[in-house]
């Protein structure tokens, strides 16, 4: 008996620092994701003048890059449920780098609408596949793996802008093309990744046939599905009117210059990835309905207080704003993949796809309104958004339900 003993090796803990590694990693493929994707809105001032656009038109550039990212995302995450395609990561990567190509030589708007396609679609593939990967890394932890993997993508939109300002903005459209090492990085990243998860594919339907469904009624899981649609447009109206045009109004109310603004802009989106991280974990422990509740609807003081404060004041009040709501969205996302188990798929790309939507049909209209009115006016009026959080109060604790 001893000997068995001595011959029996002991289990080194592989398995979640693999799991661990995995997770950074696609964090920071989505960082280099997201910074190339944010480079689009960092250098609207820049195609505005260049190409004389109007506020209408920058706002279609954003529809149609939420709106192909939108359509496309739940269709490639319900597919991928069926029949998961590991290497589509690098495919949707690649499709990115095209499109930032595209937009660094375009010499027409309609080149610009092209572009901003491509890069929609390749967002479309990603998003999905990659959720994906972090739940089958989570080892059970599946708010943390969301956060984890959100606050990537969160401080990718946070360092677009500031790099667009340090090297497009002074030096012109053409150096966008610098963002392309950045998706190689990303490549090489992904590469990687989708070996590791080919090699693990066995494990999502076992996870997902393991799932403990909440005993809820399909009618109740319809009405909590309709709460969180509701929760994800009054969070991504309030959002985009930030990421796209919170250096316009600083301009147009404070009188800062474009490279100016694109400071406060980074303050605000890094604020947003700082808070990111922290709704997975917490979710895990208090409950996402907490969570959810917490973000959407404590934003609204600080929302109805921007419009009539100084400078100083609103660069503090949208970093408060920033944290609080940015938590929301990891929550939100795997309240639903427990609320239908075993769709992890279908659940990313449809509410990776209804953020992508919102925002892109927000932009628009934002856009056009500011047009008729001003950009003072469009942040006065989204300020009661945030108000919307009181529909939380309608979710059933998923997590009380599964216990019971």
Same mark, same amino acid.
């Given at each position: 008996?001893?000997?068995?003993?001595?011959?029996?090796?002991?289990?080194?803990?592989?398995?979640?620092?693999?799991?661990?590694?995995?997770?950074?990693?696609?964090?920071?493929?989505?960082?280099?994701?997201?910074?190339?994707?944010?480079?689009?809105?960092?250098?609207?001032?820049?195609?505005?003048?260049?190409?004389?656009?109007?506020?209408?038109?920058?706002?279609?550039?954003?529809?149609?890059?939420?709106?192909?990212?939108?359509?496309?995302?739940?269709?490639?995450?319900?597919?991928?449920?069926?029949?998961?395609?590991?290497?589509?990561?690098?495919?949707?990567?690649?499709?990115?780098?095209? $499109?930032?190509?595209?937009?660094?030589?375009?010499?027409?708007?309609?080149?610009?609408?092209?572009?901003?396609?491509?890069?929609?679609?390749?967002?479309?593939?990603?998003?999905?596949?990659? %959720?994906?990967?972090?739940?089958?890394?989570?080892?059970?932890?599946?708010?943390?793996?969301?956060?984890?993997?959100?606050?990537?993508?969160?401080?990718?939109?946070? &360092?677009?802008? &500031?790099?667009?300002?340090?090297?497009?903005?002074?030096?012109?459209?053409?150096?966008?093309?610098?963002?392309?090492?950045?998706?190689?990085?990303?490549?090489?990243? &992904?590469?990687?990744? *989708?070996?590791?998860?080919?090699?693990?594919?066995?494990?999502?339907?076992?996870?997902? *046939?393991?799932?403990?469904?909440?005993? &809820?009624?399909?009618?109740?899981?319809? $009405?909590?599905?309709?709460?969180?649609?509701?929760?994800?447009?009054?969070?991504?109206?309030?959002?985009?009117?930030?990421?796209?045009?919170?250096?316009?109004?600083?301009?147009?109310?404070?009188?800062?210059?474009?490279?100016?603004?694109?400071?406060?802009?980074?303050?605000?989106?890094?604020?947003?990835?700082?808070?990111?991280?922290?709704?997975?974990?917490? $979710?895990?422990?208090?409950?996402?309905?907490?969570?959810?509740?917490? %973000?959407?609807?404590?934003?609204?003081?600080?929302?109805?207080?921007?419009?009539?404060?100084?400078?100083?004041?609103?660069?503090?009040?949208?970093?408060?704003?920033?944290?609080?709501?940015?938590?929301?969205?990891?929550?939100?996302?795997?309240?639903?993949?427990?609320?239908?188990?075993?769709?992890?798929?279908?659940?990313?790309?449809?509410?990776? $796809?209804?953020?992508?939507?919102?925002?892109?049909?927000?932009?628009?209209?934002?856009?056009?309104?500011?047009?008729?009115?001003?950009?003072?006016?469009?942040?006065?009026?989204?300020?009661?958004?945030?108000?919307?959080?009181?529909?939380?109060?309608?979710?059933?604790?998923?997590?009380?339900?599964?216990?019971?």
């Amino acid at each position: 008996m001893d000997r068995t003993a001595t011959a029996m090796p002991t289990t080194p803990p592989t398995a979640e620092q693999t799991a661990m590694n995995v997770l950074l990693a696609l964090s920071i493929s989505h960082m280099l994701n997201d910074i190339i994707q944010a480079v689009v809105p960092s250098v609207y001032p820049l195609l505005k003048t260049s190409f004389a656009l109007t506020f209408t038109q920058i706002g279609l550039i954003t529809l149609v890059y939420q709106g192909t990212a939108s359509i496309l995302q739940p269709l490639v995450g319900s597919y991928t449920d069926r029949r998961p395609l590991p290497y589509s990561l690098v495919l949707g990567m690649s499709l990115t780098l095209v $499109g930032l190509a595209l937009i660094a030589f375009a010499w027409s708007y309609a080149v610009i609408l092209v572009s901003a396609a491509l890069i929609g679609t390749g967002s479309a593939i990603f998003h999905p596949e990659a %959720s994906r990967l972090a739940r089958l890394a989570s080892g059970g932890k599946h708010g943390l793996a969301q956060s984890l993997f959100q606050v990537g993508g969160n401080l990718g939109t946070s &360092l677009g802008p &500031l790099l667009a300002a340090a090297i497009v903005m002074p030096r012109g459209q053409i150096h966008i093309l610098w963002f392309g090492v950045l998706a190689v990085v990303a490549l090489a990243i &992904l590469a990687r990744l *989708s070996a590791w998860y080919r090699r693990h594919l066995t494990r999502p339907a076992r996870a997902a *046939s393991a799932a403990v469904k909440a005993r &809820l009624s399909r009618r109740q899981i319809g $009405g909590a599905m309709a709460v969180l649609v509701a929760l994800l447009f009054s969070k991504y109206i309030y959002l985009v009117t930030f990421t796209n045009y919170y250096t316009f109004y600083l301009i147009d109310r404070f009188g800062l210059t474009a490279a100016g603004s694109q400071i406060y802009l980074f303050l605000f989106l890094f604020a947003v990835a700082a808070g990111t991280i922290i709704g997975g974990p917490v $979710g895990d422990r208090v409950g996402r309905k907490r969570v959810i509740w917490a %973000s959407i609807l404590g934003v609204a003081p600080f929302a109805l207080v921007i419009p009539h404060v100084g400078l100083a004041a609103t660069a503090v009040l949208t970093v408060i704003i920033g944290v609080i709501l940015a938590s929301a969205f990891s929550a939100m996302l795997v309240y639903a993949q427990e609320l239908v188990p075993g769709k992890v798929g279908m659940i990313a790309g449809l509410f990776f $796809g209804l953020a992508f939507g919102i925002a892109g049909i927000g932009s628009a209209l934002l856009g056009m309104l500011a047009d008729h009115t001003s950009i003072q006016q469009v942040f006065f009026i989204v300020s009661f958004f945030p108000l919307i959080g009181l529909l939380a109060g309608l979710l059933p604790d998923v997590e009380v339900t599964r216990r019971a």
